[in-house]
């Protein structure tokens, strides 16, 4: 079993260092971590340091010995999965399991046929729980470099997005329209690659011109037809080993 990961604010250089808060509670009071086990204090984008522990204090302080702080390298292709937004907690679940697989970003998209809007208040709550998900999903999968979770973009920001992209690809399940397979798609050794993944509903002819003119082309993932909260784990995980990051 690998080391547990916490989340600090920044980084000393090594020696004493006291983890307190929610993240020294969760060590001490759930964990229950004591002196001689293994921990890792990441900042969550790249930079982390192994430790160990030294002392449990109360309930939320936890004293840990620190080695020196590495950075760890940007990947390369870097992938990106702009998600339509899913009803219910299925926008929590496609991003706990993107971060888990590997994905580098995220973007909320509020395609013409979601049945999910991000209005206001609402939509400020809704985009804190993807960002809090894609947190604590870093943490449980070991990751310290944690995914970033955009604003909501529209349709047209999306388009430019994929303007940009080294490769880009809107999942499509529609045999009929001339998808092709995204498992034998030429992928770039680096730069961005970004993967679109539309609503229930499907991606609306009017999005699916708009992103061809941006340079997107539309792509399959095999015989069977998945859900929006998981093709894009689906998605991730099969760029991920094609180009080499999971080697």
Same mark, same amino acid.
Request: proline letters at 4%; aromatic letters at 4%; glycine letters at 10%.
């Given at each position: ?9 920044? &980084? ?19 964990? %229950?971590? %004591? ?18 522990? #030294? ?27 702009? +998600? ?55 943490? +449980?999968?070991?990751?310290? *470099?944690?995914? #970033? ?25 529609? *045999? ?9 798609? +030429? ?7 970004? &993967? ?5 509903? =499907? ?9 061809? +003119? ?11 037809? &998945? ?13 991920? =080993? ?6």
């Amino acid at each position: 079993m690998t080391a547990p990961v916490f989340v600090v604010d920044e &980084l000393t250089r090594g020696g004493a260092f006291v983890l307190e808060g929610p993240e020294g509670r969760h060590a001490v009071s759930v964990k %229950r971590l %004591r002196a001689g086990e293994a921990v890792v204090l990441t900042d969550g984008a790249g930079h982390w340091a192994e430790g160990e522990v #030294l002392a449990a204090e109360g309930r939320d302080r936890l004293v840990v010995s620190l080695k020196d702080v590495v950075e760890e390298p940007v990947e390369s292709p870097r992938v990106t999965v702009v +998600q339509a937004l899913p009803k219910g907690d299925r926008g929590e679940l496609a991003v706990e399991t993107m971060t888990e697989t590997g994905v580098d970003a995220i973007v909320p998209w509020a395609a013409s046929r979601c049945i999910t809007q991000w209005k206001g208040e609402r939509g400020l709550k809704a985009l804190a729980k993807w960002r809090a998900t894609a947190r604590e999903a870093g943490k +449980q999968s070991r990751r310290v *470099r944690f995914p #970033l979770v955009a604003d909501a973009a529209t349709t047209k920001q999306v388009a430019d997005m994929l303007a940009r992209a080294d490769f880009a690809a809107v999942l499509h399940e529609d *045999r009929d329209y001339g998808s092709e397979p995204l498992a034998t798609a +030429q992928l770039p050794a680096e730069g961005e690659i970004v &993967l679109v993944v539309g609503p229930e509903g =499907g991606v609306s002819p009017d999005e699916l011109a708009l992103f061809e +003119q941006a340079g997107a082309r539309a792509y399959r993932l095999g015989r069977s037809v &998945l859900r929006t909260s998981t093709a894009g784990t689906a998605a991730t995980a099969l760029i991920l =080993g094609r180009t080499g990051r999971w080697s």
